[in-house]
């Protein structure tokens, strides 16, 4: 089992930036996948970024290529989500959430469907 809570939203001006925090509860922790998903209103949630378990691999979505960052530290239980240049279009609730990947080919996945732990979410809001 893990646990996962999200800090670090908040209201920021179109440019500024952010910095997401996750802490996970839990063994198991380093050997889960950890991914950044955001919803906005009225629509799906979406991927947003992936790490693998040893903080190794990194994938993103096209929309934020190049202004967000993951990274993680496996010694304090830690997922961070780095966003630069935010625009009003990254506005919506942030969502830490975790996938055991040990049994797949894959380190990485931007499957919603693959991730079982989720937290309770963090609202960051960009104004124009």
């Known amino acids: 089992q893990v646990q996962l809570v999200e800090s670090g939203g908040g209201l920021v001006q179109a440019g500024g930036s952010l910095r997401l925090s996750c802490v996970a509860s839990g063994r198991t922790f380093d050997s889960y996948a950890m991914g950044w998903f955001r919803q906005a209103p009225g629509k799906e949630r979406e991927f947003v970024s992936t790490i693998s378990w040893n903080g190794k691999v990194t994938y993103y979505a096209d929309s934020v290529k190049g202004r967000f960052t993951i990274s993680r530290d496996n010694a304090k239980n830690m997922v961070y989500l780095q966003m630069n240049r935010l625009k009003p279009d990254d506005t919506g609730v942030y969502y830490c959430?975790?996938?055991?990947?040990?049994?797949?080919?894959?380190?990485?996945?931007?499957?919603?469907?693959?991730?079982?732990?989720w937290g309770q979410g963090t609202q960051v809001t960009v104004s124009s």
């Open positions: 959430a975790g996938a055991d990947l040990r049994s797949s080919i894959v380190v990485i996945s931007e499957n919603i469907r693959e991730y079982e732990y």
